[in-house]
T-cell receptor, first 117, second 111 residues
Framework: GAVVSQHPSWVICKSGTSVKIECRSLDFQATTMFWYRQFPKQSLMLMATSNEGSKATYEQGVEKDKFLINHASLTLSTLTVTSAHPEDSSFYIC?????????????FGSGTRLTVV | DAKTTQPTSMDCAEGRAANLPCNHSTISGNEYVYWYRQIHSQGPQYIIHGLKNNETNEMASLIITEDRKSSTLILPHATLRDTAVYYCIVRVSGGSEKLVFGKGTKLTVNP
């Protein structure tokens, strides 16, 4: 089946620095990828939809200048948390849709645990 | 977007069937019902999906009512590894392809 690889699985960074998270579709081409954030004991919250070759679509309340999304190829989307602060500490999860599988085909990465100290 | 409501938590004995309900009373005719689960600190895992007919795969069965306003996910023989948060999601229509997660049901399988 479709596989989505997310890297790194965890990262600790200092406050004020930037962190890049990668999301790759390994065996299919994904024109659309999604980025979610999950705080402890809460559900996944959609942050943005990443479209290959065009600008990402951000959900209401998500700062586009803080969470930079780049989807430069059909197999890679990146999320950069800029000037990270402790409140950005969270579990970030990407998802990619395989258009060849119709209604099926939303595959999730294993997530990235970001801790800002 | 159609919304779903699920019980916050459920318990099930190991080896017994786990029946997880979901209400989606405002679902549109072309919207599918998806079920995913998330084991602690992992990405969500697809379980099953359906439109109007009951579905079964190696993981679970999905029973959708005739009016499509509710559904039930059935894990026929729950194991300890099935302890997870289960999300019932209705695929957003209108051209948007995003999956929007509700709060889900925390299923605890007890020995």
């Amino acid at each position: 089946g479709a596989v989505v690889s997310q890297h790194p699985s965890w990262v600790i960074c200092k406050s004020g620095t930037s962190v890049k998270i990668e999301c790759r579709s390994l065996d299919f081409q994904a024109t659309t990828m999604f980025w979610y954030r999950q705080f402890p004991k809460q559900s996944l919250m959609l942050m943005a939809t990443s479209n290959e070759g065009s600008k990402a679509t951000y959900e209401q309340g998500v700062e586009k200048d803080k969470f930079l999304i780049n989807h430069a190829s059909l197999t890679l989307s990146t999320l950069t948390v800029t000037s990270a602060h402790p409140e950005d500490s969270s579990f970030y999860i990407c998802s990619a849709r395989d258009p060849g599988q119709g209604a099926l085909g939303y595959t999730f990465g294993s997530g990235t645990r970001l801790t800002v100290v | 977007d159609a919304k779903t409501t699920q019980p916050t938590s459920m318990d099930c004995a190991e080896g017994r069937a786990a029946n997880l309900p979901c209400n989606h009373s405002t679902i549109s005719g072309n919207e599918y019902v998806y079920w995913y689960r998330q084991i602690h600190s992992q990405g969500p895992q697809y379980i099953i999906h359906g439109l109007k007919n009951n579905e079964t795969n190696e993981m679970a069965s999905l029973i959708i009512t005739e009016d499509r306003k509710s559904s039930t996910l059935i894990l026929p023989h729950a194991t300890l590894r099935d302890t997870a948060v289960y999300y019932c999601i209705v695929r957003v229509s209108g051209g948007s392809e995003k999956l929007v997660f509700g709060k889900g049901t925390k299923l605890t399988v007890n020995p």
